[in-house]
């Protein structure tokens, strides 16, 4: 046993001398016939006699030499070595297809990896330097009747702390944001409210300070304190080693920076980066909607959990489903009808992760068509290469290589382009990590963070798509070589006819299913564009030109709600006497923003409420004017105005779809509505508008006056026919008339609004757009190589044609027919495809329908420029065939 | 064996000198291809019975020097120890019938 341990150490050690030990080999038989030559002569016999003898004792020198070497070293591995220096020398003899062949498979592998280690960094791992993410879950409560998902009330989640078993904690985390005043610069920044356990049940530990200690997320405005992220620490603290201790307003209130986060960790918010994290005790600063802690009515709350080990999603689901029923019978007020509900990380819906899921779900079919497209185009390749090389493998063949030696060989080139693919491709894929953040509109205040993530997961993906890329590669020529016919190859080629002949079949049918892959993406593309367009042009049922949106944010500056009052009135005041605005007035939620509307339970006069079930109806608080400003018209009654104040009678305006509900379409002007316990007349009915998404279906809405219910957060909207550039400037100016510490926000137009709130379509229209428009390249090369290596290799045909009469526009009509053939073949595979597949677009199309004839038609289009113009340069060349130079030849 | 056995006996050898002395022990029967030598000398290094060094040969040549290692004088102890009962066994055995 030892022994051969030691023979395999040795053997393999005399791989790396094989130089020095051929010389002593050399040497030693060259002695040992001397000394026998010597032997012989000592003999007696003759010089030459004594050669002949020495030579006949010893056996062959060559074949001695030959089995020394096998015994020597690994033959196994220095016949791939053989092969490998063999392949890199026939791919540096044609450097031309090499690299052809390597830009094809980066591209193919590139768009894989980099698909991939998005997937990973932002669905599967998207929260750096968070321990165990695989038992990590996202939280959210749901009601009965309602699809999608809500928030959670405080009170709810502490009894699901203390009642399940199979987890080991909830984390809770609620994204939220403020105006950061260090020195002179004031800056929106955003954070998280987070349970007290943030820290340790992330496994997340500062690098100074301390995470939240218990009982800092309970008590009312009981703990200002708070943990700021390393990014802030550095650029806005200047890296302070003494920061901790020191104190930071946030929102008005000092806090104690109790803490700096690691480096590289962005909270738990996919997408946007989380610049400082305040207990839950603070809610009440940085939630409009007063103390929730204690209001087991009010959702608001996000959160995640960590499963113990072993426990699987469905024990832990049915587990909180038997404490939340229980939590319906114990609080039916509160409860009815509402339940929670877990989520894997990847679909998260609270966070980018549920926006970007099915973008990146398309992806990663449609790298596989990159992967595949790029393939065929190499395997074209190969198979012309394989044609020249036919002379190669038929000498190899009839000196006695066997198929399996030439298949290695064959098997052993594949792997050298795949390997220089593979790099190339994680070189793409570590280029393209950061990409998706560009892709997104960028927005003031908000740190994107969509990084790729590239671990060793991601690498053995790749590793797994180049090494199935390597099968492919080597299996096309080897199927070639493997038909090698002996006799036939060394009789001289003869001609087909254009098209014809076996091995054009196999070209042919690869350029078949790269038209058709390529079709199928560019109908996804059509269809993807087309619901852009559609969103983009689809009114939100407000105006989206012509009003601008901006905002002063008073809640940070610490105003309270008599001053901010005074403040928004005076700067209405002064906003509505700038030149060129029309009204002006300010609106606690933006439509189409992150913020989340106030929601209630309501009841109406009349109105039956099933058993089972709580109404709950959004609404939003908004100003005199509103209605006219933001151009939604009333479809009957009338909209806020001064007078709606305080001290006058309480009022709503509801939409279409509520009056619909509620009162059975009746005119419910006059009539009451209950809204947290208070009674309102409704005063107008207004027309439908969107409010969270532009996707979203009719859903019962209603607006109160601001004043009625007031909250200091609020933004300012403005009609006017100004730029947001010119409007900035004057609107600047005002408020820093009223208070000079104020800064306001960015002024946009609603257009800009509704386009950022549209980005997940952008960006898998861009996306699928830049993939589609690469392979459409990829099969369109792939087409041309086909054409003009058919009409290179019938030239004697084409010249016979010519002889026999036939004049150019026939042989340019029979070469693009030819071409035209596949592709129309490819384009019927693809569109029989892509009937099937663009259902899974599903969620991203918009008012388009999967099977939309517009896109079929513009992706035909395309693919028939594209072809005429991969057919048209070998056509005609195939025109300018010389038949007396053909006939010659 | 054979080789072990020679360079036991003869002390340090160059493969010449194997070959011939086995050439003159086996009588002239043995007649193998002088070259098979070189290979099976390869096998018993790389198996650490026999080391080889280089030296210069009687009438000053240059010559690889084969001997034996501790291994090898062992292994040679234990082959020859089975083939002789190996031997001894089918001597009985051809005896009683």
Redesign the interface.
């Known amino acids: 046993m030892r022994?051969t341990f030691?023979?395999l150490v040795?053997?393999f050690a005399a791989l790396f001398r094989r130089r020095q030990l051929e010389h002593?080999?050399d040497?030693?038989?060259r002695?040992?016939l001397?000394?026998?030559i010597?032997?012989n002569l000592r003999k007696g016999m003759s010089p030459s006699n004594a050669r002949r003898e020495a030579l006949r004792?010893?056996?062959?020198?060559e074949?001695?030499k030959e089995?020394?070497r096998e015994?020597?070293g690994l033959p196994v591995i220095e016949t791939t070595l053989q092969d490998l220096r063999f392949g890199l020398r026939m791919l540096l003899r044609s450097p031309g297809f090499s690299i052809l062949a390597v830009l094809c498979l980066t591209l193919g592998i590139g768009a894989n990896a980099a698909v991939f280690s998005w997937v990973e960094g932002i669905l599967f791992r998207p929260y750096p330097l968070v321990a165990h993410q695989e038992r990590l879950l996202a939280l959210t409560g749901t009601a009965r009747g309602e699809s999608g998902h809500a928030d959670i009330s405080w009170p709810d989640l502490l009894d699901l702390q203390s009642s399940c078993t199979l987890m080991d904690s909830f984390i809770v985390t609620k994204i939220t944001g403020t105006t950061l005043s260090i020195g002179d610069r004031a800056e929106r920044t955003i954070g998280s409210i987070v349970s007290a356990n943030y820290f340790d049940a992330i496994g997340v530990h500062p690098v100074l300070g301390r995470g939240f200690e218990p009982g800092e997320d309970s008590g009312q405005n009981a703990h200002p304190v708070t943990v700021i992220s390393y990014q802030l620490w550095q650029g806005r603290f200047k890296g302070d080693s003494q920061i901790i201790g020191k104190t930071q307003r946030l929102n008005g209130v000092p806090h104690t920076i109790v803490g700096v986060a690691p480096e590289g960790f962005y909270g738990t918010f996919v997408g946007w980066g989380m610049q400082f994290w305040v207990p839950a005790s603070m809610e009440e600063l940085f939630e409009a909607g007063g103390y929730k802690l204690e209001d087991r009515g009010t959702r608001w709350i996000e959160a995640y959990v960590r499963l113990k080990p072993g426990v699987t999603l469905e024990q832990a689901q049915q587990e909180i489903s038997a404490v939340a029923k229980r939590l319906e019978v114990d609080y039916p007020s509160t409860n009815r009808g509402r339940g929670i509900k877990l989520w894997p990380l990847w679909q998260t819906p609270f966070n980018n992760a549920g926006t970007l899921l099915p973008t990146l779900e398309i992806m990663l079919v449609v790298v596989v068509f990159v992967l595949l497209i790029a393939c065929a185009n190499i395997g074209n390749l190969l198979l012309v290469r394989s044609f020249a090389r036919r002379n190669e493998m038929t000498v190899r063949i009839a000196i006695g290589a066997g198929r399996g030696r030439l298949l290695k060989q064959l098997f052993t080139e594949g792997l050298i382009l795949s390997a220089f693919g593979a790099a190339g491709g994680l070189l793409v894929a570590h280029w393209c990590r950061h990409a998706l953040v560009l892709l997104f509109p960028a927005r003031a205040g908000v740190t994107m963070h969509l990084p790729g993530d590239i671990d060793w997961r991601v690498m053995a993906l790749s590793a797994g798509v180049s090494l199935i890329a390597t099968l492919v590669l080597g299996l096309i020529p080897a199927f070639q070589a493997g038909k090698v016919n002996l006799a036939g190859a060394l009789k001289s080629d003869s001609a087909a006819v254009v098209g014809g002949g076996g091995r054009a079949w196999v070209r042919s049918s690869l350029v078949l299913v790269q038209v058709s892959l390529s079709f199928v993406l560019l109908v996804g593309a059509a269809l993807l564009i087309e619901s852009l367009q559609k969103i983009r042009g689809s009114s939100p049922g407000f105006s989206t030109q012509g009003v601008l949106f901006t905002a002063v944010d008073l809640v940070s500056a610490g105003y309270d709600a008599d001053h901010a009052k005074g403040f928004q009135d005076e700067l209405l005041d002064r906003v509505k006497a700038l030149p060129g605005v029309d009204s002006a007035v300010f609106a606690r939620v933006t439509p189409l923003g992150y913020g989340s509307f106030s929601s209630t339970p309501i009841a109406v006069d009349g109105y039956p409420s099933p058993p089972e079930e709580q109404p709950t109806v959004e609404y939003n608080e908004v100003g005199p004017d509103y209605f006219r400003t933001m151009g939604i018209p009333l479809v009957s009654g009338r909209e806020f105005t001064r007078a709606d104040d305080e001290k006058a009678a309480l009022v709503a305006v509801v939409n279409e779809t509520m009056a619909a509900k509620y009162w059975f379409g009746r005119n419910p002007i006059g009539e009451r509505v209950k809204v947290k316990d208070r009674w309102m007349r409704v005063i107008g009915v207004a027309k439908n508008s969107k409010y969270q998404s532009v996707r979203e279906t009719p859903t019962p809405f209603f607006y109160v006056s601001r004043r009625q219910n007031f909250s200091v957060g609020a933004g300012l909207f403005i009609r006017t026919p100004l730029s947001p550039g010119i409007m900035a400037t004057a609107l600047a100016n005002e408020v820093h008339a009223l208070d000079g510490n104020l800064a306001l926000y960015e002024v946009i137009t609603l257009q800009e609004q509704l386009d950022r709130s549209t980005s997940p379509q952008l960006v898998a229209v861009t996306l699928v757009g830049v993939l589609g428009g690469l392979t459409l390249l990829l099969a369109v090369i792939g087409l041309y190589g086909v054409m003009s290596y058919a009409v290179s290799q019938n030239t004697r045909e084409l010249g016979l044609r010519v002889v026999l009469g036939a004049d150019r526009s026939s042989l340019l009509r029979l070469v693009m027919s030819r071409g035209l053939t596949l592709m129309a073949g490819g384009v019927l595979l693809g569109a029989a495809a892509a009937l099937a597949l663009t259902r899974l677009l599903g969620n991203l199309l918009f008012d388009v329908s999967p099977r939309d004839p517009q896109a079929f038609g513009s992706a035909l289009a395309v693919m028939t420029i594209a072809s005429l113009a991969a057919c048209t340069l070998p056509a005609w060349r195939a025109t300018r065939t010389d038949p007396a130079r053909v006939l010659r030849d | 064996m054979l080789v072990l056995q020679t360079l036991n006996s003869m002390g340090p050898m160059h493969g010449f000198g194997i070959a011939l002395r086995i050439q003159q022990v086996s009588q002239d029967l043995l007649q193998l291809n002088q070259g098979t030598l070189y290979p099976a000398l390869l096998r018993l290094g790389q198996r650490g019975w026999v080391v080889s060094k280089w030296g210069t040969s009687e009438n000053n040549r240059k010559a690889k020097f084969y001997s034996l290692t501790r291994a090898g004088r062992k292994q040679l102890d234990r082959q020859v120890e089975s083939w002789g009962r190996m031997s001894g066994m089918i001597n009985r055995v051809l005896r009683t019938t």
């Open positions: 022994e030691r023979t040795q053997r002593d080999l040497e030693e038989l002695s040992h001397e000394m026998a010597e032997f004792s010893f056996g062959g020198v074949q001695t089995v020394y015994q020597r």
